[in-house]
């Protein structure tokens, strides 16, 4: 088993056990676990392996969360949606807390923010604040829902029936208006983030297991994303500063404008196709390799990995950079002479190759 | 051994580990290793209980192109491996008596050691 399938089965096992902030660190721990005996001289494989029974190390997170009082098992919510609004000029920021659904981001119809998330007997969303307003997913405090009802004086409560059924694919949408952008943050497990033809003031996210699909956005200010074993794919971005980062998953970048750009994997691989990142342009990997071509010359760009590959191309005549490229065992190969131009590059790989092209 | 007290001497262990400077999770198993066995996941509750007690601080920086977490011992952690070693002494005093007295435990069986 490599690392990847390793923390997503990791994640997998402790997806109902805790908060998600919490299972970030356990597959963070692992995560660095693994990398640590990757440096002294280990395959991924037998990293994994030297950690033991996957089942046993579970074992081992649940109990030691259930030594603690604020543990609580989870469940999958069910069927049937609520909605809430928001006006955008009093309600400027949403922080999204959960552990398990899906969460959208899309257009919305008019000038509000509509919030719609499942409704069940089991779950209860804690929705809080007027200017930043907190969605939280909890268990109901049991017994769950009671109704209470007068009947010529006498007080009766019934236990209200739980219709709740488990829906794989239960989800939470939050509908944001391009005229009036509201900052957003997003903290979940297991469950995946996408957002499609929607302005935001800012986005944070992070995610443990959960993968990341973003396609015709834009942000006034940061637009930050990290998920631990998930896949980040995004397309067609513009905000002044985007980072976006995964320790075991893909980063695939495409059409990306923005001041600062930062795109990261650990093992996994960072493509990143056609980037205008204006003032600085951060790639980074470690076993994985990183393939970046630029519509514009970028003044300041840096890309690293330990033994993957890096592949470079570059808009313009060679005369537009300095480029300093190195790596201690693989192949450099840099197509020109590009060494007294204002446009600073630097390359560094272990034991990967490096290829830089220019004029494409 | 009983399981609370294997806890109690693994996590005095963990303190130890970082006594000469901080460290990282799989360095703290490697230089723990030759004299007690222990796993990451023993040693995660470990650091989790230690951090939220107060023995020691926990610091991400980058090493290599990755995040990697560091841990610190704190002054109260020093205090927990200073009235570990205190009350050692007296598990020694009651080790030595319950040795001296073996003989008559073992009533003419072996006595591993």
């Known amino acids: 088993m490599n690392k990847a399938e390793f923390l997503d089965k990791l994640c997998q096992g402790l997806r109902f056990q805790a908060d998600p902030d919490e299972i970030r660190r356990v597959v963070a721990f692992y995560d660095q676990a693994i990398d640590d005996r990757v440096e002294d001289g280990m395959t991924e494989e037998e990293a994994v392996a030297a950690l033991g029974d996957l089942d046993e190390i579970i074992r081992g997170v649940k109990d030691a969360w259930e030594q603690e009082p604020k543990s609580r098992p989870e469940e999958a919510p069910s069927g049937d949606t609520d909605r809430r609004d928001f006006d955008p000029a009093v309600s400027t920021r949403f922080e999204i807390f959960d552990t398990s659904l899906d969460i959208h981001l899309l257009p919305s119809p008019d000038g509000q923010v509509h919030l719609e998330y499942p409704a069940s007997g089991r779950w209860r969303y804690d929705i809080t604040g007027e200017s930043v307003v907190t969605i939280r997913r909890s268990r109901k405090s049991t017994p769950p829902e009671q109704f209470h009802f007068d009947i010529f004086g006498m007080k009766f409560s019934l236990s209200k029936p739980d219709f709740g059924f488990f829906t794989e694919n239960a989800s939470l949408k939050l509908l944001l208006p391009a005229a009036a952008p509201v900052a957003v943050s997003v903290n979940t497990a297991s469950g995946n983030l996408t957002a499609e033809r929607v302005r935001l003031a800012s986005l944070s996210a992070a995610l443990a297991s959960g993968d990341v699909d973003l396609r015709d956005m834009e942000a006034e200010g940061r637009l930050s994303v990290s998920s631990a074993s998930g896949d ?121 190759d490096i290829d830089v092209e220019f004029g494409g | 051994m009983d399981a609370q007290l294997r806890r109690g001497i693994l996590e005095v262990c963990v303190l130890t580990a970082l ?37 020691l601080t926990v610091t ?48 003419g069986g072996t006595i591993y050691e």
């Open chain 2, 19 to 55: 006594c000469e400077g901080e460290s990282y999770g799989y360095q703290i198993i490697k230089d723990i290793s030759p004299y007690i066995a222990m796993s990451e996941s023993t040693l995660y509750p470990i650091l989790k209980r230690l951090e939220s007690s107060g023995a």
């Open chain 1, 232 to 352: 980040v794919d995004a397309a067609r971005l513009t905000a002044p500063e985007i980072a976006l980062t995964s320790a075991s998953g893909d980063v695939e970048l495409a059409d990306i404008r923005c001041g600062v750009l930062t795109a990261k994997s650990a093992s996994g691989d960072v493509d990143v196709e056609n980037a205008s990142p204006a003032n600085k342009l951060t790639a980074g990997a470690v076993s994985g390799d990183i393939r970046v071509s630029l519509a514009v010359p970028c003044p300041d760009a840096s890309l690293e990995t330990v033994s993957g590959d890096i592949d470079l191309s570059l808009p313009g005549p060679e005369s537009l950079y300095s480029v300093v490229a190195r790596s201690n065992s693989g192949d450099v190969h840099i197509g020109g002479d590009a060494l007294t131009g204002p446009h600073r590059v630097r390359i560094k790989a272990l034991s990967g």
């Open chain 2, 60 to 107: 991400s920086r980058e090493h290599n192109g990755r995040l990697r977490k560091y841990y610190a011992i704190t002054p109260a952690g020093r205090r927990r491996i200073t009235s570990f070693l205190t009350e050692w002494e007296d598990v020694t005093r009651a080790y030595d008596y319950i040795r001296s007295a073996s003989h008559t435990v073992s009533e």
